[in-house]
């Protein structure tokens, strides 16, 4: 079985991935955003950070890790142009989580699976320009020539031969040890700001921030990848709101209710925090004159257009992904990829559908991985 499943190496599932984003170390948080927010949106969920050295792959970054960096400090808050002006290298995890490692092209899957349990949360595979064989296999520089290798790709690899794994398949996430009862979550009353350092740990894990009510039911979550969907605005609504009005805001992010609005306003002036609402305005009114100026509404009135996103200025429908602990391996591995989750809430249904815990793709990997020994 481990014979015929990893004669493939990490370039055959790198076939047909987009280039990576890169910028040096040097570059400014600002200029990431920037970044992020021209590319097409699969390529654009973060940037590669590269450092002096050809083809030193560092770490990862996007939206969502500038919102972070905006909300670290009262100074961050009170002077947001000064904070967008820091470098990247600022924006990276200080710990090690999320950590980044380049691969070979060569690389057995076997090989990136272990780099995956061993502590890295993504891969970065050197990209090249021609045919095949040069794409995957050359020595990359530092523009933009990596693509990355996520677990993602690896649960998806494994669920194509799961006919092989037919013993543990059908066995459900509780009997296999899956349910982490160790989740991060946050009170829907709690300030969001304060839920910011369980946020950046959410970023490095690839999972979310659950919100739960004192009872132990799940209310929603904030989600690391909604955020990213978001631009440096964002950073006033997690300054000012609790976690609960801020799902509120990520969902109708680019068009809120008016009240959040005026919560938000309000909360800015409290703070004293002026600049940060100049810039959520300056804001604001940048995104309404280019919706203004290419309106794809039938009666021509403008409205407002997420960058990079075809759903901006309407309510997301995506809800927190759930999933029982009798739920099968398989059937969650295709609920997770179906809904392009990295993870998915356990709610007990004998104990009124409490949250119980989450079920992670790392976790999940290392079932094949003790499978595959």
């Excluded at 955020?227 to 440096?232: F, N, P, R, S, T």
Aim: hydrophobic share 45%; charged share 20%.
């Amino acid at each position: 079985m481990a014979v015929s499943l990893l004669a493939n190496d990490v370039s055959d599932l790198c076939i047909g991935k987009p280039a990576v984003r890169s910028l040096p170390l040097s570059a400014a948080a600002g200029d990431l955003a920037a970044t992020v927010r021209k590319g097409p949106r699969a390529a654009a969920a973060a940037c590669i950070a590269v450092g002096p050295a050809r083809g030193a792959v560092v770490g990862r970054a996007g939206l969502a890790d500038v919102l972070c960096l905006l909300c670290s400090s009262p100074d961050a808050l009170g002077r947001p142009a000064a904070a967008l002006d820091r470098p990247v290298s600022a924006l990276l995890p200080k710990d090690g989580a999320g950590e980044v490692r380049r691969v070979d092209p060569r690389s057995s899957v076997l090989e990136a699976l272990d780099e995956i349990l061993s502590g890295a949360q993504v891969l970065a595979v050197p990209l090249r320009s021609g045919g095949r064989k040069k794409q995957l296999g050359g020595v990359a520089g530092v523009t933009g020539d990596f693509c990355w290798l996520t677990q993602e790709d690896l649960v998806r690899y494994f669920l194509n031969s799961i006919s092989l794994f037919y013993h543990v398949a059908a066995r459900s996430v509780s009997s296999l040890g899956l349910v982490r009862p160790d989740f991060l979550s946050a009170r829907p009353d709690e300030a969001a700001l304060s839920a910011v350092p369980l946020i950046r740990r959410a970023i490095a894990a690839e999972t979310a921030v659950a919100v739960v009510s004192t009872d132990g039911h799940l209310v929603g979550e904030i989600s690391t990848a909604h955020l990213a969907a978001c631009d440096e605005t964002a950073a006033a609504a997690i300054a000012t709101l609790s976690a609960a009005d801020l799902m509120a805001y990520i969902d109708y992010f680019g068009s809120p209710p008016e009240h959040i609005l005026r919560a938000i306003k309000t909360g800015l002036k409290a703070k004293g925090l002026d600049a940060m609402l100049e810039l959520m305005e300056d804001e604001t009114m940048t995104s309404f004159s280019l919706s203004s100026s290419s309106s794809d509404d039938d009666t021509g009135r403008p409205h407002l257009r997420r960058p990079s996103s075809g759903s901006f200025g309407r309510r997301s429908t995506e809800e927190p992904v759930v999933c029982s602990p009798a739920s099968s391996l398989v059937a969650v591995m295709v609920q997770a990829l179906a809904h392009r989750v990295s993870y998915l809430w356990v709610l007990d249904e004998e104990d009124d559908c409490r949250l119980a815990g989450i079920v992670t793709f790392a976790d999940i990997l290392r079932v094949f991985r003790e499978q595959l020994q």
